[in-house]
């Protein structure tokens, strides 16, 4: 699945675990993949940033939607993700296939992201007053 995925994204995907294990989350969802994009140098998180959009804002708004763990922390390695993540990720794919690029960015996965209407990086980005149509304006612009 992560073949197509270039060096950033896959960062961004080492990030995503990460914010997944701190936040004593057991599986890696789109909430944290959010995270992972904005703890990453790409024009997504530049994009983001654009709209206002800083990690610790975007941690308070995910965490105001799915609360921190309470449990004991979760180990690191082999955190599976779920069902919405994964979802997204193909979305992104296929923004990639669809314009024949050669790699999967964090632009697309954040676009795979957005692309979710009733998904929690949807209502994390509401939150904090950007909508799914001034992400891809944003994306676009910091190509």
């Known amino acids: 699945m992560f073949d197509y995925f270039d060096h950033h994204s896959k960062h961004a995907l080492a ?13 890696i969802g789109q909430e944290h993949m959010l995270l992972g994009i904005l703890r990453t140098e790409s024009p997504a998180r530049d994009a983001l940033r654009s709209l206002g959009i800083s990690f610790e804002q975007a941690q308070d708004a995910v965490e105001a ?7 004991d922390p979760v180990r690191q390695g082999g955190l599976a993700l779920t069902a ?29 992201l957005v692309s ?5 990086v949807n209502k994390a980005l509401a939150k904090l ?11 676009a612009k910091a190509r």
């Open 15 to 27: 990030m995503a675990q990460a914010a997944a294990v701190e936040l004593h989350h057991p599986a």
């Open 84 to 112: 919405g993540a994964s979802a997204a990720i193909e979305r992104a794919d296929a923004l990639r296939r669809q314009s024949k690029s050669g790699d999967l960015t964090p632009s697309l996965l954040l676009l795979g």
């Open 129 to 139: 007053g950007a909508t799914p149509d001034g992400v891809r304006e944003a994306v």
């Open 65 to 71: 939607i799915v609360p921190r763990g309470t449990g």
């Open 116 to 120: 979710d209407d009733g998904g929690v």
